[in-house]
């Protein structure tokens, strides 16, 4: 809006870039055009303001289809005043002098037409479109048809309105029939995602499948080469065995005929042995068929001694000695032993004789 400021009796004017001011004095223009500025008095002068900015207009409504089903569609207008004389002449845009503020509201009776106008040829398009369709490719046909219709329409022209644009934001069914329309493709939306989760079950249990039957061929695998391993094992330890008995069987044989060798030696040699020792002995018999008795007896006696334990004391007594000395003499003659006087301390007499008979001792 402009600035109005006062002094005395008079008022002064201050316009705006965005504002077109027209000043009227007794039916004349006195001052025209924008960013205006000038002094004037109040009881004479009659002042226009035309706003020359893009405005925007919301526009909401609702329309039916050919389906006679509810359409809301949601859409704005951007317009603005092309020609402000024509705009003035046609529309009440005059200002207060005092205060500068409109005394009608032409932007309200401009916005009516605007929005009365996209109305009327939204509602001619809906009319003949299946709601379907409407929802489909409403939003771009609604667009070309409210701004065809705008930049055509000869009131607005002759106004000096020019459209700039039209936006559609949305065109929308009811509450109850979006949310019905809406169902199948939830429901095949939920459909696709079940399937699709079905699809990866599927495809992880056939994973899952494939990874036992891996598992599976792997153990069976692994239980044959255990198999063959223990097979192996075996076959070596039998033939270790084998090996270590025959081995052992070589060496018993071995040592066996080591034995019997050791053994027919040794009774080759015993053999010899008593061979020799039978002919020494049959030679020394020979040698003492000839010798008289008293020579024998002596070889008996050495022989004998010989082979006797050792003697760490010998007592001969006179009787031992005198019946030694008879039978080496070869005479049977008794010896009577005489008793020894009382108090000699010698050895008592033999209480019989010894003698020799037949060349034996007794």
Do not use: C
């Not at 008022?11 to 001011?21: D, E, Q, S």
């Not at 303001?49 to 809301?72: N, S, W």
């Amino acid at each position: 809006m402009a600035d109005i400021s006062k002094v005395l009796f008079l008022r002064h004017l201050r316009g705006t870039p965005t504002a077109h001011i027209q000043h009227l004095r007794r039916g004349r223009v006195v001052h025209e055009g924008i960013g205006q500025t000038f002094w004037y008095r109040p009881r004479t002068a009659v002042i226009s303001e035309i706003p020359l900015d893009d405005r925007e207009l919301p526009l909401l409504f609702h329309a039916p289809t050919r389906d006679f089903q509810d359409i809301a569609v949601q859409a704005t207008v951007t317009f603005r005043i092309a020609d402000p004389a024509i705009a003035a002449s046609r529309l009440d845009f005059g200002i207060d002098p005092e205060s500068g503020t409109w005394r009608a509201a032409p932007l309200e009776q401009l916005a009516g037409l605007i929005t009365e106008t996209a109305q009327q040829h939204a509602f001619e398009l809906l009319a003949r479109t299946v709601m379907t369709d409407a929802l489909v490719s409403g939003v771009p046909a609604v667009r070309a048809r409210i701004l065809d219709g705008l930049v055509g329409d000869p009131r607005l022209t002759e106004t000096g309105i020019a459209v700039v644009g039209v936006r559609v934001v949305a065109v929308r069914p009811e509450t109850d029939m979006e949310k019905a329309l809406r169902t199948p493709t939830r429901e095949q939306v939920q459909t696709d995602a079940d399937r699709a989760t079905y699809g990866r079950r599927v495809v992880a249990v056939e994973q899952e499948r494939r990874i036992a039957e891996n598992e599976m061929q792997n153990k069976i695998e692994l239980a044959r080469r255990e198999e063959q391993l223990i097979t192996q094992r075996g076959a070596n330890d039998n033939l270790r065995v084998t090996q270590k008995a025959a081995a052992e069987r070589i060496a018993a044989d071995g040592e066996a005929e080591r034995t019997r060798v050791s053994a027919a030696a040794t009774a080759d040699a015993t053999r010899l042995v008593g061979a020799a020792q039978g002919e020494a002995d049959t030679a020394r018999v020979a040698a003492l068929r000839d010798l008289d008795r008293s020579a024998v007896i002596a070889l008996a006696v050495r022989d004998l001694a010989g082979n006797l334990p050792g003697i760490n004391t010998l007592t001969i007594t006179p009787d031992l000695l005198t019946a030694l000395v008879a039978r080496l003499a070869g005479s049977a003659v008794p010896v009577v032993a005489q008793p020894l006087p009382a108090g000699s301390g010698g050895p008592a007499a033999p209480a019989a004789p010894a003698s020799v008979d037949d060349g034996n001792w007794r």
